[in-house]
């Protein structure tokens, strides 16, 4: 029994006093915002560089001027990575399994794959840009593509095939060995058990990291421009090199924003939810 001193609380006294205390939350961290915020803008737009930094960086006029190629250049972006994204999943996954399986026939297989995983995250993802977009044409083989926006899309899926591949490994080794005994004992083969019940429970366990892994993809679609692809960073650098003016880059970096903002608001979503499935975020608070 409670103590003679305190009084019963009902369930609309304790709904009372969590709506209170999520107002008062809300109003301290509105206000300890507003006056961190203001500070840092008072401290920025004070300073006697602004006017400078501002007409070159935030041009109104000039961005005015350049939104429109550096927006035709982005929507190349956004192609290119929806292209690449797919390449990446399944060659990803490819690597990953291969790696996995024990098959002793797949041996040939999982050298290539332990190379191809070590050399993808071993070297700047520019520097297989690099390397891709300059050597192959090089070679002059026939059957060769030679387009900047294929080259591009080809250096890009083998670097992140290899850090994807390892997302997909690291899921898949962390489903318990129990799991698919359990699913040979009641009669599917390994293929349908690696099929119905590893990979599932791998893929939902890694997803946020591989979304990660896209956010990272959707920015470094910008480095197919050092090989010469029209897309939003080179439309970018051409209307500054016009203009003498930093703010078509600023456009560029603004378009880049609204997909990756969105993007990363929805991985974080997606890991809270897990993390509260499992039982792992218990000092986040209740739901």
Same mark, same amino acid.
């Given at each position: 029994?409670?103590?003679?001193?305190?009084?019963? %609380?009902? /369930?609309?006294?304790?709904?009372?006093?969590?709506?209170?205390?999520?107002?008062?939350?809300?109003?301290?961290?509105?206000?300890?915002?507003?006056?961190?915020?203001?500070? $840092?803008?008072?401290?920025?737009?004070?300073?006697?560089?602004?006017?400078?930094?501002?007409?070159?960086?935030?041009?109104?006029?000039?961005? /005015?001027?350049?939104?429109?190629?550096?927006?035709?250049?982005?929507?190349?972006?956004?192609?290119?990575?929806?292209?690449?994204?797919?390449?990446?999943?399944?060659?990803?996954?490819?690597?990953?399994?291969?790696?996995?399986?024990?098959?002793?026939?797949?041996?040939?297989? /999982?050298?290539?794959?332990?190379?191809?995983?070590?050399?993808?995250?071993?070297?700047?993802?520019?520097?297989?840009?690099?390397?891709?977009?300059?050597?192959?044409?090089?070679?002059?083989?026939?059957?060769?593509?030679?387009? $900047?926006? %294929?080259?591009?899309?080809?250096?890009?899926?083998?670097?992140?095939?290899?850090?994807?591949?390892?997302?997909?490994?690291?899921?898949?080794?962390?489903?318990?060995?129990?799991?698919?005994?359990?699913?040979?004992?009641?009669?599917? %083969?390994?293929?349908?058990?690696?099929?119905?019940?590893?990979?599932?429970?791998?893929?939902?366990?890694?997803?946020?990291?591989?979304?990660?892994?896209?956010?990272?993809?959707? /920015?470094? $679609?910008?480095?197919?421009?050092?090989?010469?692809?029209?897309?939003?960073?080179?439309?970018?650098?051409?209307?500054?090199?016009?203009?003498?003016?930093?703010?078509?880059?600023?456009?560029?970096?603004?378009?880049?924003?609204?997909?990756?903002?969105?993007? %990363?608001?929805?991985?974080?979503?997606?890991?809270?939810?897990?993390?509260?499935?499992?039982?792992?975020?218990?000092?986040?608070?209740?739901?």
């Amino acid at each position: 029994m409670p103590p003679a001193d305190r009084p019963l %609380t009902t /369930k609309e006294d304790r709904n009372r006093a969590r709506r209170e205390h999520r107002r008062r939350t809300i109003a301290i961290s509105t206000a300890s915002t507003v006056i961190v915020l203001g500070a $840092v803008a008072a401290w920025i737009f004070t300073s006697h560089g602004w006017p400078s930094v501002r007409d070159t960086f935030f041009s109104w006029t000039w961005f /005015k001027r350049s939104i429109g190629p550096v927006a035709s250049g982005f929507w190349v972006d956004v192609q290119l990575f929806l292209i690449v994204e797919a390449i990446v999943l399944v060659l990803g996954l490819l690597i990953a399994l291969i790696r996995t399986l024990q098959a002793p026939v797949l041996f040939p297989l /999982k050298i290539v794959a332990v190379i191809w995983a070590d050399i993808g995250r071993g070297i700047p993802t520019i520097m297989i840009v690099y390397l891709v977009g300059f050597g192959l044409p090089a070679l002059q083989l026939s059957g060769l593509p030679t387009g $900047v926006r %294929t080259l591009g899309g080809i250096a890009l899926s083998f670097s992140y095939a290899a850090y994807v591949s390892e997302v997909y490994r690291a899921g898949i080794l962390s489903v318990h060995p129990s799991q698919g005994a359990a699913a040979l004992a009641l009669g599917l %083969t390994r293929l349908q058990s690696l099929r119905h019940v590893v990979l599932p429970q791998a893929i939902r366990r890694v997803l946020p990291p591989l979304l990660n892994d896209f956010i990272s993809l959707q /920015k470094d $679609v910008a480095l197919v421009s050092i090989i010469g692809a029209s897309e939003a960073l080179r439309q970018a650098q051409v209307q500054e090199a016009l203009a003498f003016n930093f703010t078509p880059l600023m456009a560029a970096a603004l378009l880049y924003l609204c997909v990756t903002i969105p993007f %990363t608001r929805i991985v974080d979503q997606l890991l809270l939810r897990q993390l509260r499935r499992q039982g792992g975020a218990l000092a986040l608070g209740p739901h």
